[in-house]
């Protein structure tokens, strides 16, 4: 198994930048493909990015792409999401996961951290 935990949440006017990173402990992080989803208020969990095990294929959601990055460190146990031009409908909880294939349904997640918030004001 795997634990893995969220920090670098916020309140960020639009068009800001936030960086979310993810620590993982107990089993090796490069073991899984880490992802990261999002849950605004009123919504279901969506799918946002993710890295593969070597960090050499990552794939974005279309509402997301270009102005998002994510890496990882498998070294360091960590993944990040570098979040440029935010916009207010990026406002959600933010979670980072881990699962032993890319799966881009909330419900086909093995591992789920307990999510930051990040706010975007208009």
């Known amino acids: 198994q795997v634990q893995v935990v969220e920090s670098g949440g916020g309140l960020v006017q639009a068009g800001g930048s936030l960086r979310l990173s993810c620590a993982a402990s107990?089993?090796?992080?490069?073991?899984?493909?880490v992802e990261w989803f999002r849950q605004a208020p009123g919504k279901e969990r969506e799918f946002v990015a993710a890295?593969?095990?070597?960090?050499?294929?990552?794939y974005y959601a279309d509402s997301v792409k270009g102005r998002f990055t994510i890496s990882r460190d498998n070294l360091k146990n960590t993944v990040s999401l570098q979040m440029n031009s935010l916009k207010p409908e990026d406002t959600a909880v933010y979670y980072c996961?881990?699962?032993?294939?890319?799966?881009?349904?909330?419900?086909?997640?093995?591992?789920w951290g307990q999510g930051t918030q990040v706010t975007v004001s208009s």
């Open positions: 996961t881990a699962s032993y294939t890319i799966v881009t349904r909330a419900k086909d997640v093995s591992y």
């Open positions: 107990g089993r090796p992080f490069s073991t899984y493909v």
């Open positions: 890295i593969t095990w070597s960090g050499s294929n990552k």
